[in-house]
C-alpha cells in the first residue's frame, strides 16, 4: 500500500523497522527530519533504542562504532559539513570492519557555505572503505536502507554503507512510498549477530596498531571485502525483489540503452528528470537512454563498461567536482570505459543546489553529440 | 591460559613501554581494581602503542582502540549498546593528559554533560610523550618540551596546567579524583569507587615519565611522591564538586623536586632562575591554600 | 596465522615478547631480609615479580626490563641492583 510522505519520513520510518538499538546523530540541514522524527519515535517507545543526543558529528559516528563493536546494531545521519567532520572516524570505521549504516541527505562542501544539494561530501569520501548506495528516489532511499544493513552485517562483509540521497530534492519532497510491515522487514533482515564484540565472557582487543610488517595486509583484507560487496548487494537485491516486488540485483541500472547511441550516466534523482528527458528526446527519434550509478562503491567497473559497450558516446553529469580535474564520476567511468573507443564527457552540473531542469539534460546530450564536453554545465558567466 | 600462569595480571608482560614507566603501572593497577567484567575504550598514546603492536596485546580485557580524540564518544556507545543488551560490564575510558585535556575536550564534554555510566582514567604525563614529548595543556609551567623548548628567548612552557578535575567536576560528575601511582592502593580504591559510581566519574592519575622528565628509571615513584610532599600535585576527591579528603604532606619546597628532572634543569644550570622558581614555589602554595593539604602544626598562628 | 578482522587479538599475547633481554643490570631478591609486604610485586609496571610458596617474592627475568622499581620501593631495602653479565 502506497502512503504518500516526505522522504526523510520514510527514512525515518524504515531505520525504525530495521530494529537499532543505538542511533547517535547530530542535526545538519537537510537531515534534521530524520534525526527528528526518529527522537519522537523513541520518545514514544516506538523504538527500543538508546538515542544519544551526541554533541557533534565526530562524536556521533564514534559513538556508534564503539555501541557496534559492543554488539549492537546502531544508525547514524548526516551530511556535508557534519560528514567532512567525520571524516577521521569514517575511515577508522571501515578499518574496524564496523557495519554501521548511515544515511546521507547529499549536500554541498562549503566554503562556500551552501545547505543545497550535490553530491560532494559522500563523493569525496570514495577513499574510505564504506560502501555507497544512490537512491533515485524516495521509495529507493527507504528500500537500500535495509539492503545496506543485510550487506554490511554479512560475516564476509562487516563493512560500513552510506545510504545517500539528495538533500531537498528527495529528503524534503513528497512522494507515495510502500512501507513493508515489521514482520516483513524481521523475515528479510534478522537480528544482528556480531561477527565479534568486546564482551568480559570473550576478551579481545580491537583497533590496534599495525607495523609496516602487517599494514598493507590489513588495508588489502578490506578491499577484498569491498569486492565481494559486489556478490553480497547483487543477492540481497534479488532477494529483496522476491519478497517485495522492487528488484535491487543491478549495481548500475540501464533505462532504454539497448539501442541508445548516446548514453547519460548519473546517481541520485537527477536520474529521474534525465529519464522523462530521455523520453522526450526518443519521441523526437534521439536514442537516448541512461545508465543509473545506484551503487558507487564497490565501483562497477565491469557493470558499466558492458552497459555501455554499444554505445558511441557518453555524457557523464556529475555533482561533485574533484577540483583540478573534472567529476569524480567522470574519471571513474573513463577509466572504466578505457581502451573502449567511446567518447566520454563529464559535465559539472546542479552544484550547491541549481535546479537542472528536462532542457538541460537535452543541452548535455547535444553537447556531448557536438564534442564538447569536460565543462561546468550552465555556468551564470553574467556574474563570474 | 597465559594470565593463568601469571597470577590475577590482567595486564600482561612482554608490552613495550620503557622500564619503570609510570603510565603501565598505571594500567596494571586499573585493571586489578576494575576486574574482569569491565571494557577498556583507549587513545592513541603511550599506552596505546606499548601495549598492543600487532598481534601482541597486553590487555586481558574487552579493550578498544579508535582515534586519538573520542574514547569518551566510543565509550558513550558502548555504554548504551550495554544498556540495551542488559549486560553488566563497567566502561572505562583510559587516554593520556594529551587527549583528555587537549584534543578530547568536546568528547569529554559531550559524555559527561549527557551523564553516561562511564568511568574516564587520565594518565597524567605531562606532555605529549608518544610522539616525542611535546608540550601538552597539563604541562606545568616552566617544563621544557620540545614545542616549548628552553631557548635564548623562552624559559620554557608559559602557562600552568589545565585544571581538567574542576571543568569535569562542572559538568555534574558525581565523583572526580585526583590520584598517583605513588599511592597504588589509594588509586586502586578510587576507581573502585569511581566504577560503582553511577554516572560519569573521572580520575586524573599522575604518572611520571623517566624518558619525558629527565630521570632514572627507578625513580618514578619518588618523583611521584615528591611532586605530592612539594604540593605540585595534590591527590583528593571532589563528591558532587565539593572537595574532600585532599592528601596532606609536610611540604617540601618545590626545588627538591625540580632540580632532580632534565626537563627544570634550565632553571639551575647555566645559573640559578629564583624568579621562575618563585613562581613555581607560588603554585605549590597556591595548591596548598585550595586543598588545605599543609599539616598544621598546634602553635600555628594562622 | 591469518589476519584476524579489525586488527585484534586474544589476550596473552604480548607474553611472546620477553622484554627480559632490554636489561643492563638485574634486580637481585633477598628472601631472608623480606618481610613479605608484596610492595615489589605491586608497583613492578611489567607484573613480574611473583610471589613464591613460601611468600617472598623473585623476579621473572624473561621480561624483567631492570627498571628498579622494585629496589626503591621496598620498605627494607632487601632488593639490590646488579650489572648483569651477558
Known amino acids: ?230 556478490q553480497a548487494f547483487i543477492k540481497a537485491g534479488r532477494e529483496f525483489g522476491e519478497r517485495f516486488g522492487r528488484d535491487y540485483s543491478g549495481l548500475v541500472e540501464g533505462y532504454r540503452l539497448e539501442d541508445a547511441d548516446t548514453a547519460l550516466v548519473a546517481m541520485g534523482s537527477i536520474c529521474g528528470t534525465a529519464k522523462d528527458a530521455i523520453d522526450e528526446m526518443r519521441e523526437h527519434g534521439r536514442k537516448v537512454g541512461l545508465l543509473n550509478i545506484r551503487v558507487f562503491r564497490p565501483f562497477p567497473a565491469q557493470e558499466i563498461a558492458d552497459a555501455l559497450k554499444d554505445v558511441s558516446t557518453v555524457a557523464v553529469l556529475d555533482k561533485n567536482i574533484s577540483l583540478g580535474n573534472g567529476g569524480a564520476v567522470g574519471i571513474e567511468v573513463k577509466t572504466a570505459l578505457y581502451g573502449s573507443g567511446i567518447s566520454v564527457y563529464d559535465y559539472i552540473i546542479a552544484l550547491g543546489g541549481r535546479d537542472v531542469r528536462k532542457r538541460d539534460i537535452v543541452a548535455v546530450v547535444d553537447l556531448a553529440e557536438k564534442g564538447e564536453g569536460d565543462i561546468f554545465y550552465g555556468l551564470r558567466t553574467e556574474v563570474l | 591460559m597465559a594470565e593463568v600462569e601469571q597470577g590475577c595480571e590482567l595486564f600482561s608482560a612482554g608490552h613495550r613501554a620503557c622500564g619503570g614507566c609510570g603510565p603501565a603501572l598505571a594500567a596494571r593497577l586499573l585493571l586489578k581494581a576494575t576486574g574482569k567484567n569491565v571494557i577498556i575504550a583507549a587513545a592513541t598514546g603511550c599506552m596505546e602503542v606499548f601495549s598492543t603492536p600487532y598481534p601482541e596485546t597486553a590487555w586481558g580485557v574487552p579493550w578498544i582502540h579508535s582515534l586519538f580524540e573520542n574514547p569518551a564518544a566510543v565509550a558513550s556507545g558502548i555504554e548504551a549498546a550495554l544498556k540495551r543488551q542488559g549486560r553488566t560490564e563497567k566502561v572505562v575510558c583510559i587516554g593520556g593528559d594529551g587527549s583528555t585535556l587537549d584534543i578530547g575536550v568536546l568528547c569529554i564534554s559531550g559524555a559527561f554533560e549527557r551523564g553516561h555510566d562511564i568511568t574516564y582514567i587520565c594518565y597524567d604525563n605531562e606532555a605529549y610523550m608518544n610522539t616525542g614529548i611535546q608540550r601538552s595543556g597539563a604541562t606545568p609551567y616552566g617544563a621544557s618540551t620540545t614545542t616549548s623548548p628552553v631557548g635564548a628567548c623562552s624559559l620554557g612552557n608559559p602557562r600552568p596546567k589545565k585544571d581538567m578535575p574542576a571543568i569535569l567536576a562542572a559538568h555534574g560528575a558525581p565523583y572526580v579524583a585526583t590520584a598517583s601511582i605513588a599511592y597504588p592502593n589509594d588509586f586502586m580504591k578510587k576507581v573502585e569507587r569511581a566504577i560503582n559510581t553511577p554516572g560519569p566519574c573521572y580520575i586524573q592519575v599522575h604518572t611520571p615519565c623517566c624518558t619525558g622528565w629527565g630521570f632514572e628509571a627507578g625513580e618514578t615513584l619518588n618523583m611521584a611522591k615528591l611532586a605530592i610532599e612539594t604540593g605540585l600535585w595534590v591527590n583528593y576527591e571532589m563528591v558532587d564538586g565539593v572537595v574532600e579528603k585532599a592528601k596532606k604532606v609536610s611540604r617540601k619546597p618545590v626545588e627538591e623536586y625540580l632540580q632532580k628532572q632534565k626537563r627544570f634543569r634550565h632553571l639551575f644550570k647555566p645559573a640559578r632562575r629564583d624568579d621562575v622558581i618563585a613562581q613555581i614555589q607560588a603554585i605549590a602554595d597556591a595548591n596548598a591554600e585550595r586543598f588545605g593539604i599543609d599539616i598544621k602544626r598546634k602553635e600555628s598562628s594562622e | 596465522m591469518a589476519l584476524r578482522v579489525g586488527c585484534a587479538a586474544a589476550p596473552g599475547r604480548s607474553l611472546e615478547n620477553k622484554t627480559g633481554a632490554w636489561r643492563v643490570f638485574k634486580p637481585v631478591f633477598d628472601p631472608e631480609n623480606c618481610t613479605k609486604c608484596g610492595m615489589c610485586a605491586l608497583v613492578c609496571p611489567e607484573g613480574c615479580v611473583h610471589e613464591t610458596e613460601e611468600g617472598t617474592f623473585e623476579p621473572d627475568l624473561d621480561y624483567c626490563k631492570g627498571c628498579g622499581l622494585c629496589v626503591e620501593t621496598c620498605p627494607k631495602k632487601s632488593i639490590r641492583m646488579e650489572k648483569e653479565e651477558k
Open chain 1, 1 to 230: 500500500m502506497l502512503e504518500f510522505m516526505e522522504g526523510s519520513h520514510a527514512v525515518a520510518e524504515i531505520v525504525k523497522r530495521c530494529r537499532p538499538q543505538v542511533i547517535a546523530a547530530y542535526p545538519i540541514t537537510p537531515q534534521t527530519h530524520i534525526v527528528e522524527d526518529l527522537a519522537q519515535m523513541v520518545a514514544n517507545c516506538e523504538i527500543d533504542a538508546e538515542y544519544i543526543t551526541v554533541e557533534s558529528e565526530f562524536s556521533a559516528l564514534s559513538a556508534c562504532l564503539g555501541a557496534s563493536a559492543a554488539g549492537s546494531r546502531v544508525y547514524s545521519a548526516t551530511t556535508s559539513q557534519g560528514l567532512a567532520l567525520m571524516f577521521e572516524v569514517c575511515f577508522n570505521a571501515a578499518g574496524m570492519r564496523q557495519p554501521i549504516v548511515m544515511t546521507i541527505a547529499n549536500r554541498s562542501l562549503g566554503a562556500p557555505l551552501s545547505i543545497w544539494n550535490d553530491q560532494q561530501d559522500s563523493i569525496s569520501l570514495r577513499d574510505s572503505g564504506w560502501l555507497q548506495f544512490y537512491a533515485e528516489d524516495n521509495q529507493e532511499a527507504a528500500d537500500l536502507h535495509m539492503i545496506a544493513y543485510k550487506v554490511c552485517e554479512d560475516h564476509d562483509i562487516l563493512l560500513p554503507a552510506f545510504v545517500c540521497f539528495d538533500g531537498f530534492i528527495l529528503t524534503h519532497t513528497y512522494e507515495p512510498v510502500a512501507l513493508p510491515s515489521q514482520e516483513e522487514v524481521d523475515a528479510y533482515l534478522p537480528a544482528f549477530s556480531p561477527y565479534q564484540r568486546l564482551d568480559a565472557a570473550d576478551p579481545l582487543s580491537l583497533g590496534m596498531y599495525a607495523t609496516p610488517e602487517y599494514y598493507m595486509e590489513f588495508r588489502y583484507e578490506v578491499d577484498r571485502a569491498m569486492q565481494r560487496a559486489k
